[in-house]
C-alpha cells in the first residue's frame, strides 16, 4: 500500500520537540555503529536535541520540515538557505521506513524548494563511512567536492565527504 508523503514545516515547540525525539531514535540506530554511542550521544545533544533545533530555528536561520508517511512522522529534514545554495543540514528517515523512497521525495521537495527560491545548488557533509547513505547521495546525482574533518568538540571530529548537486 501507497502511502501519501507530506512535508510539513515544524512550526511551533510541538513540532521540533517531536523532530528532536525522531533524531534521538534515528542517530543512536544508525550512527551509533559508524562513530560510537558516545560521540552519538554528544552530537545528539548537541545538534539533535529540542535546544538546539530551537537555537537554530529561532537565530540561526534554520528551517525544519516533518515528513510524513500517512499519518506517521517517518523523518525530517533540516535546511539553511544561503546566497545561491541550499545547505542540507539534516534529512534522516526512521529505520522502519527506509526502503519507501522517502529521501527521494524529500530531495524532489528540496530542489523544487531552490527552483521557487532561485537556488543554484544543494550541498551537504555525510560521514565518510556511512555507506548505504552516500550511495543514495551518489544516486540522486550528488558529487563528492571536497572533504572535511572538523572539530566539534568534547574530544570528537566530523569526518565527512563534500558533496554537491546543481539545480538545473
Known sequence: MNQQTSF?????????????GLA????????????????VNYMVEKFQSYP???????NDGY???Q??????????????PETDAL???????????RGRHLATEAFHFLTG?????????????CNKHNENTLQIYRHLGFEVTD?????????????DYIMTYMIS
Open 52 to 58: 538546539a533545533l530551537k537555537e537554530q530555528t529561532e
Open 67 to 80: 515528513i510524513f508517511c500517512g499519518q506517521d512522522l517517518a523523518g525530517y529534514t533540516g535546511i539553511h
Open 63 to 65: 528551517e525544519y520540515y
Open 24 to 39: 534521538e531514535k534515528i542517530w543512536h540506530q544508525h550512527f551509533t555503529p559508524i562513530i560510537g554511542e558516545d560521540q
Open 8 to 20: 510539513i514545516p515544524a512550526a511551533c515547540d510541538e513540532d521540533l520537540k517531536r523532530i528532536a
Open 147 to 159: 572533504t572535511q574533518e572538523a572539530d566539534i568538540g568534547g574530544g570528537f571530529i566530523m569526518d
Open 113 to 125: 524548494l531552490c527552483q521557487e527560491r532561485g537556488l543554484k545548488k544543494i550541498w551537504l557533509t
Open 87 to 97: 545547505f542540507l543540514s539534516k534529512l534522516y528517515i526512521h529505520k522502519d521506513f
